[in-house]
């Protein structure tokens, strides 16, 4: 079974660079990690995928090793409005059955 | 527009009285697939479905069906909803069932069973 585990809960200030990484043992060999953002009472929202190295958008990085048992999502210079709570998620191996994190607060202060 | 669609968005129930939340996407998704919310529990996968007439369990089943029946439509069924099954519900859908490429998720349906 895949487990995920991330930090409960971060705090940046405006114009900093933050890092949150998702420790994920036992994913699928051949399937994307994806990262999600979520607002209170919203649906989750995309935000970057990938399968191995690094992938960066408009928005974000995100990093790969080589072992795939963790993945870093980044994010350049946060303001106020990404004060929100961040999900992996990956596929439980051998099915098709798709496990979020365990989510990150991140807080941005001014 | 491209969008997942679930109604209602907020529902309060009683106890043992079915109901029905209705997801419908128009982007031509194969795979279509239920998360509750909870706090301190996160996401977590009820049912999900590969393609018309496809549907497996997720990680919480129980006390929920589900049928695909149509590909844009995946109605999440409560046959008999008890409190414990207050919660946030999602609705999404991903392009392709073999290659997982990310959900759009839906807005969301507050349930409130009493």
């Known amino acids: 079974l895949a487990k995920t585990t991330q930090p409960i809960s971060m705090d940046s200030y405006e114009g900093q660079e933050v890092n949150i990484t998702c420790s994920h043992n036992?994913?699928?060999?051949?399937?994307?990690i994806t990262w999600y953002q979520q607002f209170p009472s919203q649906g989750p929202r995309f935000i970057i995928q990938?399968?191995?190295t690094k992938v960066t958008n408009e928005v974000a990085s995100l990093f790969i090793p080589a072992d795939r048992k963790s993945s870093t999502l980044s994010l350049p210079r946060v303001s106020l409005s990404d004060t929100a709570v961040y999900y992996c998620l990956v596929e439980n191996p051998g099915t098709y059955k798709y496990i979020f994190g365990t989510g990150t607060r991140l807080k941005v202060l001014a | 527009e491209a969008q997942v669609t679930q109604n209602p968005r907020y529902l309060i129930t009683v106890t043992g009285k079915k109901l029905t939340v209705t997801c419908s996407q128009n982007m031509n998704h194969e795979y279509m697939s239920w998360y509750r919310q909870d706090p301190g529990l996160g996401l977590r996968q009820i049912y999900y479905?590969?393609?018309?007439?496809?549907?497996d369990k997720g990680d919480v089943p129980e006390g929920y069906k589900v049928s695909r029946k149509e590909k844009r439509n995946f109605p999440l069924i409560l046959e008999s909803p008890s409190p414990n099954q207050t919660s946030l519900y999602f609705c999404?859908?991903?392009?392709?069932?073999?290659?997982?490429?990310?959900?759009?998720f839906g807005s969301g349906t507050r349930l409130t069973v009493v």
């Open positions: 999404a859908s991903s392009l392709l069932a073999a290659k997982f490429m990310g959900y759009t």
């Open positions: 036992n994913i699928a060999t051949n399937d994307y």
């Open positions: 479905s590969m393609n018309v007439e496809v549907t």
């Open positions: 990938g399968y191995k």
